[in-house]
């Protein structure tokens, strides 16, 4: 129980009990025995009775008025409180939003596992953002760990798809025959780009990064595996 209600039902007792006095007084017809009381810098002086049930009123009074503001302080004016962040407004303010999360890319062809003739190469398609546009490269991950960049040039989205031809799986021997490789593409940003487009190729005519390079995150893969012609 709450000291407001218990300071209230106390008061509410006082003056049931002065009312009482003041009944008792009349009915017995004598005169109520005179007392004083003080509370704070108000003093009452009168029978029993009134000064019981002016106190109590009194005590009632300070439950009601005083007492919530006791057990439920104001807060203070250098209490910190939480800012909620700003939104979006038709204000003409212009508020700054987070870049959104690039569009996920996907490769729909070759599926996963799929036996590909090496010599015969394999076409890619697939779908990404009109953000993507020109900045998606093809690498086969071959089985000697090197990435080998097929593409001569970024990819070009349209209307949310793109294709690209791999000219060749692996080696033009059967010797990689049933070996798995992964078709990659990596996004690169420029850095990236200006750097697979200034490479040249080796000895046997390929261009081989023994890792991706700084700016490039491979974005989609898919696991091939290199079949002989029949």
């Not at 006082?14 to 009944?23: D, Q």
């Amino acid at each position: 129980m709450s000291l407001q209600v218990i300071v209230i039902v106390v008061g509410s007792i006082m003056v049931a009990a002065g009312i009482a006095v003041l009944v008792r007084s009349v009915r017995e017809k004598r005169d109520d025995t005179l007392m004083a009381a003080r509370i704070g810098p108000i003093e009452l002086h009168g029978g029993e009775g009134t000064v019981l049930t002016l106190l109590g009123g009194l005590v009632m009074l300070a439950g009601i008025m005083w007492l919530p503001d006791a057990e439920n302080p104001k807060e203070s004016p250098f209490t910190s409180t939480a800012i909620a962040p700003p939104t979006p407004s038709s204000s003409g303010v212009s508020i700054t939003a987070p870049p959104p999360s690039a569009t996920q890319v996907v490769i729909e062809s070759p599926t996963a596992g799929q036996k590909v003739v090496g010599k015969s190469g394999v076409l890619l398609e697939g779908t990404a953002g009109g953000s993507d546009d020109r900045k998606l490269w093809l690498f086969d991950h071959a089985n000697d760990d090197q990435y080998y960049l097929i593409s001569s040039a970024p990819l070009t989205v349209t209307g949310g798809r793109w294709m690209v031809q791999d000219p060749q799986v692996g080696s033009t021997t059967s010797a990689d025959d049933g070996h798995t490789f992964v078709l990659l593409l990596a996004r690169a940003d420029g850095r990236c780009a200006a750097k697979l487009a200034a490479a040249t190729p080796n000895a046997s005519g390929d261009i081989v990064f023994p890792r991706l390079p700084d700016g490039c995150d491979n974005v989609a893969w898919v696991n091939v595996v290199k079949a002989s012609p029949r």
